[in-house]
């Protein structure tokens, strides 16, 4: 028996049927972002929203976030892309430790560049460069501000800002707002005095090396305080203060009590056994320009510092 088969009314696709590729969520109460990610995504697991994250998929008030502890407060808006959103490329020798709507905070590699100096190549990597490509995945108009400068050579933790009213904030009150800046440092010989305050007027001469006058009252105060964390006869590891923060303090400082930072031949170093400037930002800690909240961020000391492998012959 032979079946007449009607032809199918096949519709054209309406692209406009198709459902939207953002959804859309409401915050009710405080919370983090991952926490109110994970509650919302309930049939997702930790490590696919953590990569949705990361993908730059998840914005807040239309701004992209990728950070998990960014706070959320009731009455924002919370967008979460099915598709990928542009991608910055992958960061080299920086690491964020915390993103708001106004400050970054990163813990920088020792050999990366705060920001491109007179003598760099003018595509040569920078933690400026990286974090404006990255504050720029949300919004190309977005920009990133330096607040304080690490040496190339130095590691640790520093402090940028996301508009020019909040590095103009942080600056013109850095003394009062920074309630914590505590640096380790690796230096030559051992320090037989536990602790002790280094007090001097810095200069920079014409070659841009920095020194301590002896004439009172010539150049820029600097104070630096310091304590035996460890040491034997050839090395010593310092925690120290800053009171005040000048160009190459710390360098000149140590150079000055006759323990030059290890692997610091521009300030006196003669030996190199950890293959890089024995100085790491440890601990920064500030008062939030908007917020008025108390951050503070601790960093790992670095596992070359506490046991120096060789001592180098000298440069």
Known sequence: MNRSKKPMNKKPMNPKSNPSPIKLYTVKEPSELL?????????????????????GQVSVNNKVVTVYNHPLQPGQTVSIRKDRAPEAPPMIGLTILHEDEDVVVIQKDSGLLSVASDQAHEDELTAYRQLTAHVRIGNPKNRIFVVHRLDRDTSGVMLFAKSEHVQQTLQNAWQDTVKERTY??????????????????????ATLKMYSSPYPNDGQHAVTHYKVIQSNRNFSLLEVHLETGRKNQIRVHMQDIGHPIAGDKKYGSTTKPI????????VLSFIHPRSGELLRFETEIPKSFINPSRVAPPQ
Not at 187 to 201: D, R
Not at 275 to 282: E, I
């Open 35 to 55: 926490n109110f990610l994970i509650t919302t995504l309930s049939n997702q697991g930790r490590n696919s929203i953590k990569s949705i994250l990361s993908r």
């Open 184 to 205: 380790v440092a690796l230096v030559e010989g051992m320090v037989k005095k536990q602790e002790g305050t280094i007090s001097s007027w810095l200069k920079e001469s």
């Open 275 to 282: 293959n890089r400037l024995g100085l790491h930002a440890r």
